[in-house]
Structures are given as structure tokens and as C-alpha cells.
């Protein structure tokens, strides 16, 4: 098949547009004839590694894909839930099924968790063999490059703001960065909920689109570095209830942004693994620092079940053809994109 891999870890030079073995179905999986990726950041980091990450090289990334079933590994025969030729778009968080947390539905804090497109092979190819419970089946008609750009960010913004943030209608959430994936759908999901959105950003034209997707107040960091203090402000000085921060290096400002009592949400780091933090801010204002990645199984197909009905659309910013992924992947490290970036399996 084709595939674009790496043999080592380093910039877009290392990325190579060539041919690799199909994978082969296990029992309990299938194989889906790809036709749609779509890029995260974490596959860039993947590329290029850091200090502990462990990879059978070549290395294909991609957690994220949608396709066709073209058969089922050894003791799997057509059921009533999944036939050949289903469009299907995959869930990459990749539980055991085994564990303890597993076994409770939890399967995002598995003890034996894997992330499809980091730890094991993912989908900037022509095939890819994943378990058949890490399918949703695509409505007919939904569009594939739609279902890729979907899965990782709806999943992941769900599960932060509704089940970890508990955000409730009425609410006031501020979004860190107005461009990236899970940032945009975490505008939607909030407006969904019933939330007043805002936004920072340091891109008018950015800042332009995510008012265009639901965002009620918009803040341009570049005219006020200290947009905590904006947000004070804009919120006639009673500050927000939930922050969205995705970066990390700005968690000062995100605290000092809530109101007492508020939760600061994240699950990523844009800005760098290291954050320094004032603890006077914790304990004197009651707030919480809430992280997590990925979702559950049943967030995920509660999520991809408002997606094919049309509920909270994607918001697509490019399409290159596989052969072009490290172009592809130096638009997004840049943050060029307004929402996602997909890849072409023709
Ligand atoms: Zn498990």
C-alpha cells in the first residue's frame, strides 16, 4: 500500500511518500480502506520525538481516518452491526477492553492505554487494521474528510467541557486561541450547551472566523497582552466560569481570568510542556485545574452522533493529497489553519 512514514525522528524532511505492507486484520479487527485523514499536532510532536517515546520504526502517523470496512480478521464474519463497504470513521483511543478501568467504561484511563497514530501504526495510508469496537458507522452520505476531521477533536472537546468541566447553559467559557481543532469545536460544543463564548487570539482574521462559528466576545491579545484583565472587563468585572487553555504557558492568565470558584480545563500544551503557576491564586479563589484526554467510548459515539446529524459541523480549513503530508504538517505547526487539515486517500 501507500503510506508517508518515517525511518527517524526529525523535521518534515524525514516524512516519506512510499510503499509499506498492508497490514493484516487480527481477530476481533478490521481492515478500512482509507480515504480521509486529518492531521493533530500530535503528530508532528510524534515526528519529532521526544525524550522516552518508544516506536517500532518505520513509523506511520495518523490518528485520525475514515473509510470503508474490506474485511474482518479471522472469526469475524458480517454481523448485523457491521457489514464490507460500511463507512466507517475511527475512534483512535485505544483501550485494552481488559483493565479495571476498561471494564467500567472508562476505557481513557486505561493502564494499557494507546493512542492510535502515536504509540502503534495510524492512518496517512491506504489501509489500516484497528478493533472493530474503535468503529462508528457513518451515516450514507456523510462525507469522509468530514468524519476524519471530527473524531479526535469532538471527542476530546466533549469530553473536557460537558463531562469533565460539567459545563452548564448560562455559563461563561473563555477559549484560549482561536484556529486549532479542538478549539473550534469547543466553541461549538459551549454554544450547543448553552454558554456565552469568549475568545482570544492574536489573528483578526482568525478571531473573524470563530465569531463567525458562535463566539459571542472576541479579544485581540495582540492589542492587549493582559487580556485577563479584558476579560474582567467584558464580564462587567465578574470573570468567567470555565477557561478552555490548550497552551499551558498562559495558565497565569487563564486563572487570573475565572471567576472563585472556576475550573480551568485543559488537554494540550501549544505553548510547552512547563508551566509555572502562583498557588495563592488555587486556594484563595477555590479554582480547579482540570485535565484529560481523549474520551470514553460512549462520549465518543454521544459526540459523533451529534456530527452525522448535522448538530455541530466541522469546521475545514485544507485538503492535501497524502504524498503531501509534510506540507500539510508545517501549515498546522505554523498555525496557518482555521480548523482542520485532511489528507486525500484516492
Ligand atoms: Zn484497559
Redesign the pocket.
Known amino acids: 500500500m501507500k503510506a508517508v512514514l518515517f525511518h527517524r525522528h526529525g523535521g518534515p524532511e524525514v516524512l516519506e511518500y512510499t510503499e509499506f505492507p498492508e497490514p493484516e486484520p487480527k481477530p476481533g479487527e478490521a481492515l478500512i480502506r482509507l480515504r480521509a485523514a486529518s492531521l493533530n499536532r500530535m503528530d508532528v510532536m510524534v515526528r519529532n520525538g521526544w525524550a522516552g517515546l518508544k516506536l517500532e520504526l518505520p513509523h506511520i502517523s495518523g490518528a485520525d481516518g475514515a473509510g470503508e470496512i474490506v474485511s474482518f480478521g479471522e472469526g469475524e464474519l458480517e454481523t448485523g452491526d457491521w457489514r464490507l463497504g460500511d463507512h466507517v470513521v475511527i475512534n483512535a483511543n485505544l ?9 467500567d467504561g472508562k ?1 481513557n ?5 494507546h493512542l492510535l497514530g502515536e504509540t502503534v501504526r495510524g492512518t496517512y495510508a491506504e489501509f489500516v487494521s484497528v478493533p472493530i469496537k474503535q468503529l462508528y458507522k457513518l451515516p450514507e452520505g456523510y462525507e469522509f474528510h468530514r468524519a476524519a476531521a471530527s473524531a479526535l477533536v469532538y471527542q476530546t472537546a466533549w469530553h473536557s467541557l460537558v463531562k469533565r468541566g460539567g459545563l452548564q447553559k448560562g455559563e461563561t467559557v473563555l477559549i484560549v486561541g482561536a484556529g486549532g481543532g479542538v478549539n473550534t469545536a469547543s466553541v461549538q460544543i459551549a454554544k450547543y450547551i448553552g454558554a456565552q463564548v469568549i475568545v482570544v487570539g492574536s489573528d483578526a482574521k482568525k478571531l473573524g472566523m470563530a465569531e463567525s462559528i458562535g463566539a459571542d466576545i472576541l479579544i485581540d491579545r495582540s492589542k492587549e497582552a493582559d487580556w485577563s484583565k479584558a476579560v474582567f472587563l467584558a464580564t462587567n468585572k465578574r470573570s468567567v466560569d470555565v477557561v478552555v487553555d490548550n497552551v499551558g504557558t498562559t495558565f497565569m492568565l487563564s486563572l487570573r481570568a475565572l471567576r472563585k470558584g472556576g475550573r480551568l480545563l485543559t488537554v494540550g500544551n501549544s505553548g510547552g510542556p512547563k508551566v509555572e503557576i502562583d498557588n495563592r491564586y488555587m486556594f484563595a479563589k477555590h479554582l480547579s485545574i482540570i485535565g484529560s484526554t481523549m474520551s470514553t467510548r460512549s462520549d465518543f459515539n454521544e459526540v459523533m452522533g451529534l456530527v452525522t446529524a448535522g448538530t455541530l459541523k466541522p469546521v475545514m480549513d485544507k485538503t492535501f493529497a497524502l504524498k503531501d503530508a509534510a506540507l500539510a504538517q508545517e501549515r498546522l505547526w505554523k498555525n496557518e489553519n482555521f480548523g482542520k487539515i485532511t489528507l486525500d486517500i484516492p
Open positions: 483501550g485494552c477492553g481488559e483493565c479495571e478501568f476498561c471494564l476505557d484511563l486505561c493502564s494499557n492505554w
